[in-house]
């Protein structure tokens, strides 16, 4: 599965984005869908995670109530929305498939190669 992720940029504080993230393939429904991302100097973190069937959704503390993940498995397509960015959501944020799922970017199969998001103070 290859994935492609855009719609980063630069923002002010308060603001909004929304990231996409394209599969390549039908099987797309066939995997969970996450969100992680890394900013300088940092580890790869997760973001949120959205399950392949159910839809359902987990998110980080630092993130929840702020951003929202959504999926179209018409479109093989994932979404991150974003509210209320704040400057330590600065990073490269990235989109990845797992057919597992979980929080640990261990579990996760495939990964596209990123975006960046800087939000000014």
């Known amino acids: 599965v290859q994935l492609q992720a855009s719609g980063g940029g630069l923002v002010q504080a308060g603001g909004s984005l929304r990231l996409s993230c394209a599969a390549s393939e039908s099987t797309f429904s066939n995997y969970d869908m996450g969100w992680f991302r890394q900013a300088p100097g940092k580890e790869r973190e997760f973001v949120a995670r959205?399950?392949?069937?159910?839809?359902?959704?987990y998110y980080t503390g630092s993130v929840k109530g702020r951003f929202t993940i959504s999926r179209d498995n018409a479109k093989n397509t994932v979404y991150l929305q974003m509210n209320s960015l704040k400057p330590e959501d600065t990073a490269v944020y990235y989109c990845?498939?797992?057919?597992?799922?979980?929080?640990?970017?261990?579990?996760?199969?495939?990964w596209g190669p990123g975006t960046l998001v800087t939000v000014s103070s």
């Open positions: 959205i399950r392949r069937s159910s839809g359902s959704t």
């Open positions: 990845a498939a797992s057919r597992l799922g979980g929080v640990t970017p261990q579990l996760y199969d495939y």
